[in-house]
């Protein structure tokens, strides 16, 4: 475990490539990532309101432009 100090000394553009490759990593079974019955029924639940108002829901365009807008304040 001596090497997980030295990910302190990465750089950003190193650190972040490592971030990506272990997001890779569990995205390639992700059937081993626990969910908890909490999360699930969040999901459920957030189903359950966009199927009863389904144009409730923004685009991501929408979003982006949201996001920007109120970056220039």
Do not use: C, Y
Not at 6 to 18: D, R
Not at 29 to 49: F, G, M, T, Y
Request: hydrophobic share 40%.
């Amino acid at each position: 475990m001596d090497n997980i100090g030295s990910i302190f000394e990465l750089s950003v553009e190193e650190k972040l490539q490592l971030v990506e490759d272990l997001w890779d990593d569990l995205g390639t079974n992700p059937d081993s990532i626990p969910v908890h019955q909490w999360q699930k029924d969040e999901l459920d639940a957030r189903k359950h309101r966009l199927a009863s108002a389904p144009t409730s829901v923004l685009g991501w365009d929408e979003v982006k432009a949201h996001i920007r807008s109120r970056r220039a304040i």
